[in-house]
């Protein structure tokens, strides 16, 4: 599966999950092989030789050779020991030898320590032992490069601009690059273009083409000067063009308009819920056609209503006290909601939201409460049709994007402030690409996947995936245009790695791996 967001071939945002890659590492110095052992920080003996050590860079590139040196005016026959400790792995300790020399050649990417020990060559007494520092490793010629807006969905002729972090070992001067693209749609091949030829950065802007219903895929590639053979790729993700135009219904957006003098913190969040789900109920019940008094019946007992006063002749209006302290006033009749001591009402009717007319009538195989998480997931999808909620809501991630893991965390969020218990579940692809969803638990243990960023309900739970036979998935109406991975049409499970995550405090995420969840062999 391609990204639903950019820059990278993963769901950044991943998030929830903890992927740990160990590494093997074996280092040769001279003829003698490495042992694991402990490496201490700097000591020195009362008789300290005359030594200087090397510097070590702080970055480095896969490959190349960083040649470290100690120099000495000692007059005793020295050994050296050079170790190295690769990210979090224990420590990799050389054998003795009379080389004040040694060739670090880093294998992979990431983060390296290195030490040497001097000792005595005749009494073999430990002199000195000299952590050199950590060198980050890094498989290109830049740190990054970033396009700007890292939306998924952009609309046609906007423009795109780049941004690159170089490496302080690899000037930016001494690199050219080039811009491909490819257009395509689901399951064709990619035939590559180049649109910017070989030269200095900056790259000028590229604006968005009309290919409706294509995708857009950008790579950027890098080469030094001197090396032009030796190309690195740097995907910057897949854009999905469109020509919508804002809606003018959203229920999401809609209900934000009362909260400008509460924008920040949990409980924004949660009187946003509070009214999501109230909202979200109402319209359930006019799709049900119930009755007045079977919706205040309702309304009663429903979860995070704290009281229901239905009023009378001379006040037609239904007073509802929420959970989160919000007071609301419900017009029956004329379908209207508004925030009590606010200007600002709402055409709360199907008429008003006909699409979530659409999301019930295509929840019809499922019972009430399935139907009304579904279209909370729905909510969450349509109304961050071009991007996600404001910063309150998300904190650190920055409202330009659009991509699994935020609308997956924001769902997961509205729905456990709303009691509910929920959790999240995804999946690995061999080779690149992830996508995560929400798994949200019925009393009885029945439980359902929802994708809200790309509008799919899955009537199963996560204890299901991978495994072939799956029953198509619900598909929401759509409001954007971008990619997503149908997993009951996976065909190869074994190219999957199916994840599972419950939680069980709000804001703890056990890293528990279910092992039910990949088909057997």
Not at 302 to 327: F, Y
Request: with cysteine; proline share 7%.
């Amino acid at each position: 599966m391609k990204p639903i967001g950019v820059e990278s071939r993963t769901c950044p945002q991943r998030d929830p999950r903890v992927v740990v890659l160990a590494m093997v590492f074996v280092l040769v110095w001279g003829t003698g092989a490495f042992a694991v052992g402990e490496v201490s920080t700097e000591t020195q003996a009362v008789e300290q030789p005359a030594l200087v050590f090397p510097s070590l860079p702080t970055q480095g590139l896969v490959g190349s050779s960083v040649t470290l040196e100690v120099r000495s005016s000692d007059v005793r026959a020295l050994e050296y020991r050079w170790s190295v400790k690769p990210g979090t792995l224990g420590w990799m300790m050389g054998v003795w030898g009379s080389s004040n020399r040694y060739d670090f050649v880093p294998p992979e990417r990431g983060l390296y320590a290195l030490q040497v020990d001097v000792r005595d060559g005749l009494t073999t007494e430990v002199l000195v032992r000299k952590w050199l520092g950590q060198i980050e490793v890094f498989d290109g010629l830049v740190k990054r490069i970033v396009v700007v807006p890292a939306a998924a969905s952009l609309p046609v002729g906007m423009s795109l601009s780049f941004w690159v972090e170089p490496l302080l070992s690899v000037p930016i001067e001494s690199l050219e690059f080039r811009l491909r693209t490819a257009v395509s749609r689901p399951g064709e091949e990619r035939s590559w273009n180049v649109k910017v030829p070989w030269q200095d950065w900056p790259l000028p802007p590229f604006d968005v083409p009309d290919e409706a219903g294509r995708s857009v895929a950008i790579e950027i590639d890098a080469r030094e000067k001197e090396r032009p053979g030796r190309i690195l790729t740097h995907w910057m993700g897949e854009k999905y063009p469109h020509r919508y135009e804002r809606s003018q219904a959203n229920l999401l957006r809609a209900l934000l308009s009362d909260e400008f003098g509460e924008m920040f913190g949990d409980k924004a969040l949660l009187r946003l819920a509070d009214k999501l789900n109230l909202s979200v109920s109402l319209l359930q019940w006019e799709f049900l056609g119930k009755t007045a008094n079977e919706q205040r019946a309702a309304l009663e007992r429903a979860t995070h209503v704290k009281s229901v006063d239905p009023g009378g002749a001379s006040a037609p209006e239904t007073r509802i006290v929420l959970e989160s302290g919000v007071a609301l006033r419900f017009d029956p009749a004329g379908r209207m909601l508004r925030q009590e001591g606010s200007p600002v009402s709402i055409h709360l009717d199907l008429a008003s939201f006909p699409c979530y007319r659409e999301a019930f009538s295509r929840c019809r195989d499922l019972d009430e409460e399935e139907t009304h998480l579904a279209a909370l997931a729905f909510a969450v999808y349509e109304g961050y049709e071009f991007g996600i909620p404001p910063d309150y809501l998300l904190g650190s991630i920055h409202d330009s994007m659009a991509h699994c893991g935020a609308f997956a965390f924001q769902l997961h969020e509205i729905l456990s402030l709303l009691g509910r218990r929920v959790g999240f579940a995804g999946f690995d692809r061999v080779g690149g690409g992830a996508h995560l969803f929400v798994e949200a638990f019925m009393a009885d243990g029945r439980s359902i996947l929802l994708d809200p960023s790309a509008g799919y309900v899955y009537p199963f739970g996560s204890k299901k995936l991978g495994k072939r036979g799956l029953p198509q998935p619900i598909v929401l109406p759509q409001v954007r245009d971008l990619g997503f991975l149908n997993v009951s049409a996976i065909e190869d499970p074994s190219q999957y790695k199916f994840i599972s995550y419950e939680e069980y405090a709000r804001g703890v995420i056990p890293m528990r791996q279910k092992t039910d969840l990949l088909p057997s062999p």
